[in-house]
């Protein structure tokens, strides 16, 4: 036990000596949390339209009243040549154009099919059928609005009401942040524990330690306990931050999120030691992380919803410890899930960490 | 070197086929305390959209909370009690949905889908009312299938350009120096020039050759056109392959050691390419202050590039300016370093 | 300790990399006390050899007892009675003189108070006990070779590894870092030190000679220069590598 304080001690000197490292591990965090926070939303705020009313009659103009009105649209430009309108979303000016052909008017008295085009720019494709679906709920309630004036009794057949359960506001920031903070202890974790490492044999000193009757569990755990320190104090500060700063509701127990996060930790360092045991020089290490962090990262639903990724995918995900945390930081700060509700996730990202350690542990070889 | 060549590749490989904001089979309970053939058929309908699958069938609403925190669905569809014989007498009963927003966008998607199949339904037994109304007709150019790949192929291209080129020439550079063989090179009749140019050029080649394969990769395996023209696109990518080997040399010229060099580059590099370039996130939803940031991310303006001639098959009358704008800040970085060399060489 | 007062023995010890013999049948014995030279040229296979006895490096044969303890069983025994300077220069440099001192002595499991006296002695018998609070890369290579030579027996080991303590430094320095290595064996410490400056091989008890990964010559410095017929040890050095050639 000395052994390892020894060690630890060591660490901590050499964290805080190094003026690169201390605005990294320390600065970073909060700054990415800032940048990311506000970057990172899918919400789509202002949808820029081009009309092309080619009918221009009152019909015409009074449905296109609906968008002029709205607070998310906002005209980019108007004509009644259709060319002109697609060569603004060729030029990416704007999103989408609503196009409204000769004979609107005279069809909808008529009782034939009035029709509108809606054409979106979709290389964004979940933004475009997102801004699709805003348009086409507006021509929709349009609609109701002419069947309630002609037939004032008649209401829809089935009515649908919803609630937002957990984010009422579909706040997309409530979502975000907790995914970050989990992004921002990874690094720490994975980079600083596994880059030390491998630094140690670059510069020779591991050869010094290796002549040492130090036991390989000491020293492995020696240097594991100070990141692992740092990254939960990092934690703290960024729920510190999310909660004061940008309002997100900890619905949980504090102390189960320290708890998971704790135990989350000693799998992601036990990769990077495993890298870096695996590894012989600083940049070897570094694109092998690299590379594990950006899959894990990607496909860990921080950014995109595991349920639509293929099942391989999800098998994949079964290794991914960054899922695995996500999932349960999201239940326990947003919807307040308990001990019980995540025990299940919980012990298996246990048994991962004891895997991956012993790994490690194995691998590392004090004789060659 | 095998990781330099297969990791862009599986990443490509990976991202492409697993990376989708499209929903699929999301887990939807159900509670339907009267089941009838109404509230089957409606049921029927949700299911066959494909967007849900059916996840349980809760008995009370008192489960719904639990069921939420378990994460064992997405959204709840609660049908009211005796719902057809409500719907004989005219009555209108209700559908409520109960979404699990603590996924704000997934869950809006969620409603606006149910939405939208449930509406239809109520058209469907409205026919008979004979109203004609406007039909909206959507159309998606460029990207008719919604495919997310059309957005996340640029994205990585760009990605790993900017890894392969500025990192490893920033990392190789300040390795040489670390180890103190850049004084060797720089007290032998070689000309600076020559030099950097001999330590970059294979790196060039590298990164166009990623560059080419993961086009192939795109096109060929995911279906990702390449609609403008190729000699154009290629040439763009030198630009911006020449524009991240210079940020690699201007990082190596600050950096003295390898480890500086790279957390330079991840932290100063990475990040904005990922986030502030529009690569996975739109820039015009940003705040203010972040989207003029993102002004002076040269990963912006090239994906732009791309997306234009790929997907849109754009000529350079469409993005002259970005191109210059990438030419601008290549020229910025070099003749910043090539000052900064001669300071220390002085 | 072996009862026979050897501390290092070594029956035809053999180690190869692929087709490479680094160590080819390599016998010989270091006794208690003694100070000796493991002298060769560079890439001769001296610290393939020296790997070999801290523990560091599995040897591909042979029998080899180092302290009494076998080099393939019991390494972390071994460990525990030697100490090691290796060819790179192995303190922390981000750390001071006496972090450096603590780390190593806290591994090795010594109290903190005998750390403090050791060292303050040590660094006061040096004439740098100023330099106490200053960080390793600031210091020159001489004190920072000798730092790293005191913190080698800072445990006081029964046998210290020095592999090319004296590359790179000055004459002067050398001839006190010298000083320093017959007061350690003074003080009962047996010395292995690894060398190419010939010079040095005077102040060794027994030297042994490696050429191209055999032992040439093992004997007295004196009794080498009167079977060679040299004047100093360089010589014989050139003769025997001649012979081989």
């Known amino acids: ?368 | 070197m095998v990781i330099l060549f297969g990791m862009p590749l599986v990443q490509v490989l990976l991202f492409g086929f697993a990376i989708t904001n499209e929903i699929r089979d999301a887990k939807v309970s159900i509670v339907d305390p009267t089941p009838d053939v109404v509230t089957h058929a409606i049921r029927n309908k949700l299911f066959a959209s494909g967007f849900f699958i059916e996840s349980e069938i809760l008995n009370s609403q008192e489960e719904i909370s639990e069921n939420f925190r378990k994460g064992e669905s997405k959204m709840v569809v609660i049908f009211e009690n005796d719902f057809s014989g409500k719907m004989e007498r005219g009555e209108h009963p209700t559908i409520q949905l109960i979404a699990d927003a603590s996924d704000p966008n997934t869950a809006s998607m969620l409603v606006n889908y149910s939405n939208g199949i449930i509406s239809e339904f109520n058209r469907g037994q409205q026919a008979s009312s004979g109203f004609t109304l406007i039909i909206a007709e959507p159309r998606m150019i460029y990207n008719p299938a919604l495919k997310g790949v059309y957005m996340f192929v640029p994205g990585i291209i760009t990605i790993l350009l900017m890894l392969v080129s500025a990192m490893m020439t920033s990392i190789s550079i300040a390795r040489e120096k670390e180890l103190g063989t850049m004084e060797v090179l720089l007290v032998s009749p070689l000309k600076p020039f020559n030099i950097i140019a001999g330590k970059v050029i294979p790196y060039v080649l590298l990164s166009f050759i990623n560059a080419i394969s993961i086009l192939l990769l795109s096109y060929y395996v995911f279906g990702v056109p390449v609609k403008g023209s190729i000699i154009l696109l290629l040439a763009e990518s030198i630009l911006f392959i020449i524009l991240a080997l210079s940020l690699g040399i201007f990082i190596s010229t600050i950096a003295n050691n390898q480890q500086t060099a790279m957390m330079l580059s991840m932290f100063a590099m990475m990040l904005p390419t990922i986030l502030l370039s529009g690569f996975i996130f739109p820039i015009e939803n940003m705040p203010e202050v972040l989207q003029w940031l993102s002004l002076a991310m040269p990963p912006r303006w090239f994906i732009q590039i791309i997306k234009s001639i790929m997907l849109k098959g754009s000529g350079i009358n469409y993005f002259w300016k970005e191109t210059l704008i990438l030419a601008f800040i290549a020229m910025v970085f070099i003749v910043a370093s090539i000052r900064k060399f001669k300071i220390r060489l002085a | 300790m072996s009862s026979n007062g050897l501390v290092i023995e070594a029956e035809n010890m053999v180690k190869r990399f692929g087709r490479f013999i680094a160590n080819d049948n390599l016998t010989f014995s270091v006794s208690k006390g003694e100070i000796f030279g493991f002298l060769g040229a560079n890439g001769a296979g001296k610290t393939t050899a020296i790997r070999i006895l801290c523990g560091l490096s599995r040897p591909t044969s042979g029998k080899i007892r180092v302290a009494g303890y076998d080099v393939y069983t019991e390494t972390e025994k071994i460990k525990r009675r030697i100490g090691y300077m290796s060819q790179r220069f192995s303190l922390y440099e981000d750390l001071t003189v006496i972090e450096n001192f603590r780390f190593f002595g806290g591994i090795y499991g010594l109290k903190r108070p005998v750390i403090m006296e050791r060292s303050h002695e040590m660094l006061t018998r040096l004439g740098i006990i100023h330099f106490e609070n200053t960080v390793i890369s600031e210091l020159p290579l001489g004190i920072r070779q000798k730092l790293a030579f005191s913190v080698s027996i800072l445990h006081t080991p029964e046998l210290v590894f020095l592999d090319e303590p004296t590359g790179g430094v000055d004459p002067i320095t050398r001839r006190q870092f010298w000083e320093m290595i017959h007061e350690a064996a003074a003080s009962g410490i047996t010395v292995f030190v690894t060398t190419h400056y010939m010079d040095e091989a005077e102040y060794c008890n027994r030297v042994s000679i490696m050429v191209d990964g055999k032992i040439e010559a093992l004997d007295t410095p004196e009794r080498l220069k009167t079977k060679y017929q040299a004047q100093n040890m360089n010589e014989v050095f050139l003769k025997l590598a001649r012979k081989t050639n």
């Open chain 1, 1 to 368: 036990m000395r052994t390892i304080f020894y060690i630890m001690q060591k660490e901590f000197i050499q964290v805080f000596r190094n003026r690169m490292m201390l605005p990294i591990i320390f600065l970073m965090p909060v700054i990415q949390l800032l940048i990311l926070s506000f970057a990172v939303t899918y919400e789509i705020k202002q949808i820029r339209l081009y009309i092309t009313d080619i009918d221009n009659s009152v019909a015409s103009r009074s449905l296109l009243q609906h968008f002029r009105s709205s607070p998310f649209y906002q005209i980019e430009g108007e004509s009644k040549n259709a060319a002109e309108g697609m060569e603004n979303i060729r030029k990416g000016t704007v999103h989408q154009m609503i196009c409204i052909l000769p004979g609107f008017e005279k069809n909808l008295a008529k009782g034939v099919p009035a029709k509108v085009q809606i054409i979106n720019d979709a290389i964004n494709g979940s933004a475009a059928a997102l801004m699709n679906a805003y348009t086409v709920s507006i021509i929709g309630n349009y609609n109701q609005g002419i069947i309630a004036e002609a037939v004032p009794e008649a209401q829809p057949v089935v009515k649908i009401n919803w609630l937002y359960w957990f984010n009422p506001e579909l706040d997309y920031k409530t979502y975000m942040i907790p995914g970050i903070l989990v992004l921002l202890v990874t690094i720490i974790g994975m980079f600083l524990a596994g880059m030390n490492v491998v630094r140690e044999k670059e510069i020779g000193t591991i050869e010094q330690i290796n002549v040492t009757p130090i036991k390989k569990y000491q020293f492995i755990a020696g240097k594991l306990i100070p990141f692992w320190i740092i990254a939960l104090f990092d934690l703290a500060a960024g729920l510190l931050m999310a909660r004061f700063f940008f309002s997100i509701p900890i619905l949980g127990n504090i102390f189960l999120i320290f708890l998971v996060a704790s135990v989350y930790l000693i799998v992601v360092m036990g990769i990077g030691l495993f890298i870096s045991t695996v590894t012989n020089t600083q940049q070897q290490s570094m694109f092998l992380a690299w590379f594990f962090l950006v899959v894990f990262i990607l496909m860990s639903g921080l950014f995109t919803p595991v349920e639509s990724m293929p099942q391989w995918a999800r098998n994949i995900n079964v290794i991914n410890p960054i899922a695995y945390f996500i999932r349960m930081i999201r239940m326990i700060m947003l919807k307040g899930s308990g001990f019980q509700d995540i025990v299940k996730h919980l012990i298996y990202l246990a048994l991962y960490g004891i895997t991956i350690l012993s790994l490690a542990v194995w691998r590392y070889r004090k004789t060659t």
